[in-house]
Protein backbone atom coordinates (compact mmCIF):
# COMPACT_ATOMS: atom_id res chain seq x y z
CA UNK A 1 0.00 0.00 0.00
CA UNK A 2 2.79 2.78 0.59
CA UNK A 3 4.40 1.79 -2.50
CA UNK A 4 1.14 2.13 -4.40
CA UNK A 5 0.61 5.46 -2.47
CA UNK A 6 3.98 6.62 -3.11
CA UNK A 7 3.49 6.25 -6.58
CA UNK A 8 -0.21 7.89 -6.80
CA UNK A 9 2.13 10.95 -5.16
CA UNK A 10 4.14 11.39 -8.21
CA UNK A 11 1.88 11.38 -10.64
CA UNK A 12 -0.43 13.66 -8.35
CA UNK A 13 2.60 16.15 -8.13
CA UNK A 14 3.51 16.46 -11.41
CA UNK A 15 -0.33 17.30 -12.17
CA UNK A 16 0.28 20.10 -9.76
CA UNK A 17 3.11 21.33 -11.19
CA UNK A 18 1.29 21.47 -14.65
CA UNK A 19 -1.60 23.22 -12.79
CA UNK A 20 0.85 26.04 -10.58
CA UNK A 21 2.02 27.06 -13.79
CA UNK A 22 -1.22 28.06 -14.81
CA UNK A 23 -3.38 29.32 -12.15
CA UNK A 24 -6.14 30.22 -13.88
CA UNK A 25 -7.66 28.01 -15.16
CA UNK A 26 -9.05 27.48 -11.58
CA UNK A 27 -10.47 30.62 -11.62
CA UNK A 28 -11.76 30.52 -15.20
CA UNK A 29 -13.25 26.82 -13.56
CA UNK A 30 -15.17 28.57 -11.22
CA UNK A 31 -16.26 31.21 -13.43
CA UNK A 32 -19.84 30.01 -14.30
CA UNK A 33 -21.18 29.19 -10.72
CA UNK A 34 -19.92 32.02 -10.00
CA UNK A 35 -21.67 34.09 -12.60
CA UNK A 36 -25.08 32.24 -12.04
CA UNK A 37 -25.01 32.75 -8.20
CA UNK A 38 -24.24 36.66 -8.51
CA UNK A 39 -26.76 36.93 -11.58
CA UNK A 40 -29.49 34.20 -11.45
CA UNK A 41 -29.67 34.32 -7.16
CA UNK A 42 -31.39 38.10 -7.28
CA UNK A 43 -34.08 36.76 -9.53
CA UNK A 44 -34.74 33.31 -7.25
CA UNK A 45 -35.21 36.10 -3.51
CA UNK A 46 -39.10 36.58 -4.53
CA UNK A 47 -39.77 32.78 -5.99
CA UNK A 48 -37.78 30.80 -3.55
CA UNK A 49 -40.69 30.75 -0.50
CA UNK A 50 -42.51 29.14 -3.22
CA UNK A 51 -40.59 25.80 -3.97
CA UNK A 52 -41.17 23.87 -0.68
CA UNK A 53 -37.83 23.31 -0.12
CA UNK A 54 -37.43 24.45 3.68
CA UNK A 55 -35.70 27.21 2.89
CA UNK A 56 -36.65 30.73 2.00
CA UNK A 57 -33.16 32.04 1.47
CA UNK A 58 -32.56 31.79 -2.15
CA UNK A 59 -28.36 31.52 -2.08
CA UNK A 60 -29.18 28.25 0.38
CA UNK A 61 -31.34 26.97 -2.24
CA UNK A 62 -28.87 27.58 -5.20
CA UNK A 63 -25.42 27.34 -3.51
CA UNK A 64 -25.69 23.25 -3.18
CA UNK A 65 -26.69 22.54 -6.63
CA UNK A 66 -24.19 25.01 -8.53
CA UNK A 67 -21.73 22.76 -6.30
CA UNK A 68 -22.99 19.50 -7.97
CA UNK A 69 -22.86 21.32 -11.18
CA UNK A 70 -19.31 22.37 -10.63
CA UNK A 71 -18.58 18.80 -9.46
CA UNK A 72 -20.05 17.70 -13.20
CA UNK A 73 -19.17 20.17 -15.13
CA UNK A 74 -15.42 20.87 -14.11
CA UNK A 75 -14.32 17.19 -13.74
CA UNK A 76 -16.33 15.99 -16.92
CA UNK A 77 -13.75 18.08 -18.76
CA UNK A 78 -10.70 16.51 -16.96
CA UNK A 79 -9.77 14.05 -19.80
CA UNK A 80 -9.19 16.14 -22.58
CA UNK A 81 -6.13 17.39 -21.00
CA UNK A 82 -5.53 13.63 -20.85
CA UNK A 83 -5.44 13.27 -24.51
CA UNK A 84 -3.15 15.50 -24.42
CA UNK A 85 -0.79 13.71 -22.67
CA UNK A 86 -1.42 10.56 -24.77
CA UNK A 87 -1.01 12.56 -27.89
CA UNK A 88 2.54 13.70 -26.39
CA UNK A 89 3.88 10.28 -25.34
CA UNK A 90 3.27 11.09 -21.75
CA UNK A 91 1.07 8.16 -20.82
CA UNK A 92 2.98 6.19 -23.03
CA UNK A 93 6.43 6.69 -20.71
CA UNK A 94 4.66 6.63 -17.45
CA UNK A 95 3.07 2.89 -18.84
CA UNK A 96 6.65 1.50 -18.93
CA UNK A 97 7.12 2.35 -15.34
CA UNK A 98 6.70 -0.32 -13.14
CA UNK A 99 3.92 1.89 -11.57
CA UNK A 100 0.48 0.33 -11.21
CA UNK A 101 -1.68 1.19 -14.07
CA UNK A 102 -4.57 2.75 -11.45
CA UNK A 103 -2.00 4.56 -10.25
CA UNK A 104 -2.02 6.63 -13.39
CA UNK A 105 -5.93 7.44 -12.68
CA UNK A 106 -5.58 7.90 -8.60
CA UNK A 107 -2.88 10.81 -8.85
CA UNK A 108 -4.70 12.27 -11.49
CA UNK A 109 -8.34 12.23 -9.49
CA UNK A 110 -6.08 13.37 -6.07
CA UNK A 111 -5.33 16.56 -8.48
CA UNK A 112 -9.14 17.59 -9.74
CA UNK A 113 -10.40 16.87 -6.35
CA UNK A 114 -8.47 18.99 -5.04
CA UNK A 115 -9.48 21.57 -7.57
CA UNK A 116 -12.60 20.83 -7.05
CA UNK A 117 -12.13 21.81 -3.02
CA UNK A 118 -10.01 25.03 -3.60
CA UNK A 119 -13.05 25.92 -5.67
CA UNK A 120 -15.98 24.69 -4.13
CA UNK A 121 -14.32 26.61 -0.83
CA UNK A 122 -14.72 29.98 -2.69
CA UNK A 123 -17.95 29.02 -3.80
CA UNK A 124 -18.78 28.46 -0.56
CA UNK A 125 -17.14 31.40 0.54
CA UNK A 126 -18.84 33.66 -1.86
CA UNK A 127 -22.33 32.06 -0.88
CA UNK A 128 -21.54 33.12 2.98
CA UNK A 129 -20.70 36.74 2.02
CA UNK A 130 -23.84 37.27 -0.03
CA UNK A 131 -26.32 36.29 2.01
CA UNK A 132 -25.92 32.47 2.07
CA UNK A 133 -27.11 30.46 5.50
CA UNK A 134 -26.73 27.01 6.39
CA UNK A 135 -25.22 24.44 8.91
CA UNK A 136 -21.67 24.36 9.04
CA UNK A 137 -22.02 20.27 9.25
CA UNK A 138 -24.01 20.24 6.40
CA UNK A 139 -22.02 22.61 4.63
CA UNK A 140 -19.15 20.13 5.09
CA UNK A 141 -21.05 17.02 4.23
CA UNK A 142 -22.56 18.57 1.03
CA UNK A 143 -18.56 19.92 0.05
CA UNK A 144 -17.80 16.02 0.03
CA UNK A 145 -21.14 14.55 -1.65
CA UNK A 146 -19.21 17.31 -4.53
CA UNK A 147 -15.88 15.91 -3.99
CA UNK A 148 -17.23 12.63 -4.14
CA UNK A 149 -19.19 13.23 -7.46
CA UNK A 150 -16.58 15.37 -8.99
CA UNK A 151 -14.04 12.10 -8.30
CA UNK A 152 -16.82 10.16 -10.02
CA UNK A 153 -16.75 12.25 -13.29
CA UNK A 154 -13.26 12.72 -13.19
CA UNK A 155 -12.88 9.38 -13.24
CA UNK A 156 -15.38 8.71 -15.87
CA UNK A 157 -14.06 11.47 -17.80
CA UNK A 158 -10.59 10.10 -18.03
CA UNK A 159 -12.43 6.71 -18.80
CA UNK A 160 -13.70 8.31 -21.80
CA UNK A 161 -11.02 9.97 -22.77
CA UNK A 162 -8.51 6.78 -22.85
CA UNK A 163 -11.29 4.86 -25.08
CA UNK A 164 -12.16 7.60 -27.66
CA UNK A 165 -8.16 9.58 -27.81
CA UNK A 166 -10.18 11.68 -29.80
CA UNK A 167 -11.48 15.80 -28.53
CA UNK A 168 -13.96 15.73 -31.64
CA UNK A 169 -15.43 12.51 -30.31
CA UNK A 170 -14.99 13.15 -27.17
CA UNK A 171 -16.29 16.68 -26.74
CA UNK A 172 -19.83 15.82 -28.23
CA UNK A 173 -20.36 12.43 -25.98
CA UNK A 174 -19.48 14.74 -23.05
CA UNK A 175 -22.22 17.24 -23.98
CA UNK A 176 -25.04 15.11 -24.82
CA UNK A 177 -25.03 13.42 -21.69
CA UNK A 178 -24.66 16.92 -19.45
CA UNK A 179 -27.45 18.77 -20.70
CA UNK A 180 -30.15 16.10 -19.74
CA UNK A 181 -28.38 16.02 -16.69
CA UNK A 182 -28.46 19.80 -15.56
CA UNK A 183 -31.94 20.04 -17.17
CA UNK A 184 -33.60 16.99 -15.48
CA UNK A 185 -31.69 16.87 -11.92
CA UNK A 186 -33.18 20.54 -10.76
CA UNK A 187 -29.81 22.36 -10.15
CA UNK A 188 -31.09 25.61 -10.51
CA UNK A 189 -34.90 25.29 -10.15
CA UNK A 190 -36.77 22.46 -8.28
CA UNK A 191 -38.54 19.63 -10.81
CA UNK A 192 -41.53 19.94 -8.81
CA UNK A 193 -42.39 23.32 -10.83
CA UNK A 194 -42.43 21.37 -13.82
CA UNK A 195 -45.10 19.18 -16.34
CA UNK A 196 -45.79 15.31 -14.57
CA UNK A 197 -43.67 14.15 -17.44
CA UNK A 198 -40.77 15.97 -16.64
CA UNK A 199 -40.98 14.94 -13.01
CA UNK A 200 -41.66 11.55 -13.90
CA UNK A 201 -38.32 11.41 -16.28
CA UNK A 202 -35.87 12.88 -13.30
CA UNK A 203 -37.03 10.27 -11.11
CA UNK A 204 -34.70 7.94 -13.11
CA UNK A 205 -31.85 10.97 -13.21
CA UNK A 206 -29.73 9.76 -9.61
CA UNK A 207 -28.16 13.41 -9.88
CA UNK A 208 -31.64 14.68 -8.88
CA UNK A 209 -30.92 13.00 -5.30
CA UNK A 210 -27.73 13.75 -5.04
CA UNK A 211 -28.55 17.40 -5.62
CA UNK A 212 -31.66 17.79 -3.19
CA UNK A 213 -28.90 15.41 -0.74
CA UNK A 214 -27.12 18.74 -0.93
CA UNK A 215 -29.88 21.06 -0.42
CA UNK A 216 -31.18 19.42 2.84
CA UNK A 217 -27.48 18.97 4.29
CA UNK A 218 -27.59 23.27 3.42
CA UNK A 219 -30.66 23.46 5.69
CA UNK A 220 -29.75 21.56 8.55
CA UNK A 221 -31.81 18.31 8.11
CA UNK A 222 -28.92 15.63 7.92
CA UNK A 223 -31.35 12.66 9.10
CA UNK A 224 -33.68 13.05 5.63
CA UNK A 225 -34.58 10.54 3.52
CA UNK A 226 -33.26 12.94 0.81
CA UNK A 227 -29.29 13.11 2.44
CA UNK A 228 -29.36 9.25 2.54
CA UNK A 229 -30.05 8.59 -0.87
CA UNK A 230 -28.36 11.39 -2.26
CA UNK A 231 -25.34 10.02 -0.52
CA UNK A 232 -25.51 6.64 -1.24
CA UNK A 233 -26.36 7.32 -5.17
CA UNK A 234 -23.07 9.22 -5.11
CA UNK A 235 -20.93 6.99 -3.32
CA UNK A 236 -22.18 3.94 -5.64
CA UNK A 237 -21.86 6.62 -8.62
CA UNK A 238 -18.15 7.51 -7.65
CA UNK A 239 -17.09 3.56 -7.05
CA UNK A 240 -18.68 2.34 -10.61
CA UNK A 241 -16.60 5.26 -12.00
CA UNK A 242 -13.49 3.95 -10.45
CA UNK A 243 -14.03 0.50 -11.29
CA UNK A 244 -14.69 1.75 -15.29
CA UNK A 245 -11.56 4.17 -15.23
CA UNK A 246 -9.27 1.66 -13.39
CA UNK A 247 -10.47 -1.11 -16.02
CA UNK A 248 -9.69 0.78 -18.79
CA UNK A 249 -6.51 1.99 -17.47
CA UNK A 250 -5.60 -1.72 -17.22
CA UNK A 251 -6.71 -2.29 -20.48
CA UNK A 252 -4.62 0.26 -22.35
CA UNK A 253 -1.48 -1.59 -20.64
CA UNK A 254 -2.71 -5.48 -22.14
Known amino acids: MTTYLRECSVVFRRQIRMNLRNPAWVLIGIMQPVLYLVLFGPLLKPLVAQFDTGTTNAYT ?125 GILLPMTLGAGWLQTISDFMPFRYIVDAARDAFTGDLGSSEVMWGTGWAVLIFALAMWWGASVFRRENA
Open 61 to 185: FLVPGLLVQLGMFGAFFAGFSLIGEWREGVIEAERVTPAARSALLVGRLWRDVLQLLVQALILVGLGYAIGMRGSVTGVVLGVVITLLVGGACAAASNALAMSTKDENVMAPVVNVVMMPILLLS
